[in-house]
T-cell receptor, first 111, second 114 residues
Framework: GQNIDQPTEMTATEGAIVQINCTYQ??????LFWYQQHAGEAPTFLSY????GLEEKGRFSSFLSRSKGYSYLLLKELQMKDSASYLC????????????FGDGTTLTVKP | SAVISQKPSRDICQRGTSLTIQCQVD?????MFWYRQQPGQSLTLIAT?????????ESGFVIDKFPISRPNLTFSTLTVSNMSPEDSSIYLC???????????FGDGTRLSIL
């Protein structure tokens, strides 16, 4: 099975940088995904890591360390519209390719 | 990425009735999933919809309560049967486009049971 932990809530200031951490335990790692979900909307894909290291995509970057079971999502130059829930999801290659989602981190960006 | 159409987008239903939610994808996909997201919580996988065979249900979910159809590689339905207020939730269809690809989600069905 899988166990995914991420902080419940975070608050940051507009223009700042915030790092959302995710730790996981899995029997067969096959990729980690980050999703953004605004209130009342469906999750949208942000980033994907399967190898160790940093993946950068504009203001968003995601890092993975498979040996530590650890990932983070880095958001730079925060904007008010970044206020949302951020979901960490791990795909398990021993579980028919299914992904397990963490409980999400609710980020509030303040002026 | 795949375009997913899910309907209805929302509904208000009476206790004891059933509702069928439809999910249409604009391309053939191998894996289709149905999730539930209760207020303030994360996504919980209900089942994997398998084309041409019975769905694979997660612990705590049964076919009698959540029957699923998958007649082809672009379409699936989820029925929420004999509804109670505890079934009030958002139900999401999701597809997996393959190795190294993320899951994509439909816009969800917001279901309220009175």
């Amino acid at each position: 099975g899988q166990n995914i932990d991420q902080p419940t809530e975070m608050t940051a200031t507009e223009g700042a940088i915030v790092q959302i951490n995710c730790t996981y335990q899995t029997s067969g790692f096959n990729g980690l995904f980050w999703y953004q979900q605004h209130a009342g909307e469906a999750p949208t894909f942000l980033s994907y890591n399967v190898l160790d290291g940093l993946e950068e995509k504009g203001r968003f970057s995601s890092f993975l360390s498979r040996s530590k079971g650890y990932s983070y999502l880095l958001l730079k130059e925060l904007q008010m519209k970044d206020s949302a829930s951020y979901l960490c999801a791990v795909r398990d290659n021993t579980n028919a390719g299914k992904s397990t989602f963490g409980d999400g981190t609710t980020l509030t960006v303040k002026p | 990425s795949a375009v997913i159409s899910q309907k209805p987008s929302r509904d208000i239903c009476q206790r004891g009735t059933s509702l069928t939610i439809q999910c249409q994808v604009d391309s053939q996909v191998t894996m289709m999933f149905w999730y539930r997201q209760q207020p303030g919580q994360s996504l919980t996988l209900i089942a994997t919809a398998n084309q041409g065979s019975e769905a694979t249900y997660e612990s705590g979910f049964v076919i009698d309560k959540f029957p699923i159809s998958r007649p082809n590689l672009t379409f699936s339905t989820l029925t929420v049967s004999n509804m109670s207020p505890e079934d009030s939730s958002i139900y999401l269809c999701s597809v997996d486009s393959g190795e190294g690809q993320p899951q994509h989600f439909g816009d969800g069905t917001r279901l309220s049971i009175l």
